[in-house]
């Protein structure tokens, strides 16, 4: 069967409010990967749209942005997996054009999550765990991550400051990424001050700054089989690990809460698939919507042992210039969360650093990443492995 190759990244702008439709939000992912692949929509024989539709006003947006986009008559599937979709759509491509239905496809991820209120958003992110069982008691996001900083602490003695660390960390590399929504330095000093927003208390013990915001964004991947890829693209990135995995929507129903099972499963699939382990890994992007996320994809994709976390970012083992340099985009903490788009976005990073196209925040050799991708707390977790050779 085919070997799989992406040939084109691209992503939008991440804003708090975009101006424009939800196709126009979409073209600017799109048209920025033709642009990177040097290919026409012509030449794209399916397309993966994703997003999370509880907060899209448009439905069926597949096939939407199919006919807005030039796509059409190609097929048009669209995926959802909440903050997951976009890796989720990766997936789909990849075995599409594994398994010879195809030769090019699109993944288009997107989110426009100003099309409604902060009220309704919070409600709807309620409505991504157990309606039944849970969201009706008030859990939301903030509150679900901060149980699972909470344990985190409590069984090892991790604290706020550690926490704080990794947010200084991205705002570092967020102030050198155009296309973040937040550029602002953030000094760990901020954490301590009470009359500083980043101190203010959100679900403890995670605070304002601990915390990332949504934003208006589309991405996408340009995904091509072995023999396009080799007449298209003389630099191609190859999809060489997937893994995924799902856990029970109610916390009850779980046994691990000082990390999350998803990233474990899905890690452990990738390596094995790419025959790999976590000291090979150059470069990585991890789904950071918290800091307590990021502190625990270290420990979940063995960058790090239980509980060594915060030995990490305390040696600055995950910046740049450390052993293994992780969201050295700004991550969501920095670039903003626009769920559908979130996933691209990251794959978009770590092909940039493959290439040897990231500038300011290139690792210098970089040849194997990673990118982790978490839906809702912890009910999907992909993990993706890409080389450039």
């Keep these: 069967m085919n070997d799989v190759a992406i040939i084109g990244a691209g992503q939008s702008t991440f804003v708090r409010f975009y101006p424009g439709s939800v196709r126009e939000l979409a073209f600017e992912g799109f048209s920025d990967a033709l642009g990177h692949a040097g290919i026409t929509a012509a030449e794209i024989d399916a397309s993966v749209v994703c997003s999370a539709p509880e907060y899209d006003l448009q439905r069926s947006p597949a096939g939407v942005f199919a006919e807005y986009l030039g796509l059409n008559p190609g097929p048009t599937f669209y995926v959802e997996t909440l903050c997951s979709s976009g890796s989720t759509g990766l997936k789909l491509a990849y075995s599409l054009v594994k398994s010879g239905l195809h030769d090019l496809v699109a993944v288009v991820g997107f989110q426009k999550m100003s099309e409604i209120s902060s009220a309704e958003t919070q409600e709807r992110m309620g409505r991504g765990a157990d309606i039944q069982w849970e969201s009706p008691f008030g859990t939301m996001m903030p509150a679900y991550y901060a149980m699972y900083a909470r344990a985190h602490m409590d069984a090892y003695g991790t604290g706020p400051e550690d926490l704080a660390a990794i947010r200084v960390k991205a705002s570092t590399y967020g102030q050198l990424n155009d296309r973040a929504v937040y550029r602002k330095a953030v000094a760990a000093d901020m954490f301590t001050d009470p009359e500083n927003m980043m101190s203010a208390s959100v679900a403890s013990p995670l605070r304002v700054g601990d915390c990332c915001a949504n934003a208006d964004g589309s991405s996408c991947i340009i995904v091509a089989s072995a023999e396009k890829a080799k007449a298209l693209c003389d630099k191609p990135v190859w999809i060489r690990g997937i893994g ?117 925040i290139q690792v210098p050799g970089a040849s194997v990443g990673l990118v982790h991708n978490i839906g809702g707390v912890g009910l999907y977790g992909n993990v993706t492995i890409l080389v450039n050779q």
């Design 244 to 360: 995924s995995a799902s856990a029970p929507v109610n916390l009850a129903g779980r046994d691990l809460f000082t990390g999350l099972d998803v990233a474990r499963r899905a890690g452990a699939q990738a390596y094995q698939m790419a025959g790999i382990g976590p000291k090979d890994i150059d470069v990585a992007e991890v789904h950071d919507c918290f800091t307590i996320a990021e502190m625990m994809a270290y420990e979940d994709l063995g960058f790090a042992g239980p509980g060594e976390g915060r030995d990490l970012i305390g040696g600055r083992e995950t910046y740049l210039e450390g052993s293994i340099p992780v969201n050295v985009d700004g991550g969501l903490l920095s670039k903003g969360h626009p769920i559908g788009a979130t996933g691209g976005s990251q794959i978009r990073t770590i092909v940039l650093q493959l290439r040897g196209e990231a500038g300011d």
